[in-house]
């Protein structure tokens, strides 16, 4: 299903742009077209525009793009139900840097995702084709990738941070000034800035953020044996998926995926451990130090990952801190509360928060560390 170079709609008003204009975006769209080239040397598919229906529910928004519901209808194989991630950029300057993007999460996605092992679920979200439209008379241009739609079971898809906020975690002990009489069965308690002092109990079971912990984990190690690294891990780019045979993904035996390669980046395992990139990844709170100095290796991963199961653990990681500092300070805080309520897993989140990547445990590491608490009690 390969359909050559983007599509191109060309109209009456192209005549009106200016010589200089219209120079500028021709080198754009030969950028355009060298870009796909490149992807398509590597095993990328490209669909026409055309064969995209985004005709589905609004399944989220980013920073970078909006993610529908749609179907594909490629030649020759039968319409398929999937997610669409569409970039739409107007402007030269803009359009030249989502290209850059939509390249870089399109070919580590796709070269996360090729490594689907017969048989064996992926915890990787699977990108299946892409698209790019070149729309001349508005200068603009959307570029589509085309994912499994990865289901809760739900209209909306469901991620870790949609779980861990969900009302069935949090128990009111106080509300409306007035205590609930509820039972304390938390060592995590929240309580509300506003003057009447409403108190919550974040009461996920530590079964369930068990299983969830080793289902991320074994996400991260599926990533690493790819030799790439996400550089942006965090309980919103992971999504919880619908088992077959139930149609709640907070119900089920959970699986995840993890979604969003915007800021990935491949690393060369054994011989160049490190790499030092030229732009800023990651979300503040979540983002190892060393990214601030653009170093990215498979450590890097795991800080994030530690920061997302801690976030996990105790519902609530931040409060309003601003800077790296307070960021750190945040996660010191959340750690000491593992700590007096659940000491092994604490012990296994410090290590993954260490400043010296070179000390933070691998991947494979962490699943064992994980699984074998799992299985102590
Ligand atoms: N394959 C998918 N299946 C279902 N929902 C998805 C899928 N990919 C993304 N989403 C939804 O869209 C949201 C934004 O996607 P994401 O790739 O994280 O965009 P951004 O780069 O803008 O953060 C996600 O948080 C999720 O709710
Ligand atoms: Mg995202």
Known sequence: MDHGHPTIRKTEMQASLSTSASKQWAALVTDINSACDEMKSVGVTFVRPSDIAMSGALLGKGANGTVRRGTLHAPGTPARDVAIKMIHATGIDDIKSDLVEFQNE??????????????????????????????????????????????????????????????????????????????LSSGFIETETDPIQDVFAYVMSRKRKLTLAVEIARSLRELALSDIVHLDWKPSNILAVARSGTHDAERACPLVKLIDFGDATTVAREHEPTKTLDYTTGTPGYSAPESEYGIALLATDVFSVGVTILELWVGCLWHGATSERGYHEERMRALQKVERSDPMVASVLAECLRPDPATRPTATQLLHRLKKIQKAR
Not at 156 to 164: E, P, T
Request: proline content about 1%.
């Open 106 to 183: 399109m070919l580590m996605n796709h070269r996360a995702s090729g490594r689907i092992r017969e048989g064996k679920p992926s915890r990787i979200a699977e990108t299946i084709c892409c698209a790019v439209e070149v729309v001349c008379d508005t200068a603009s241009v959307r570029f589509l990738i085309v994912m499994e739609h990865v289901s809760s079971g739900k209209r909306n898809s469901q991620d870790v941070a949609d779980l861990i906020q969900d009302d069935r975690h949090w128990k009111a002990l106080r509300y409306n000034g007035v205590d609930t009489g509820a039972k």
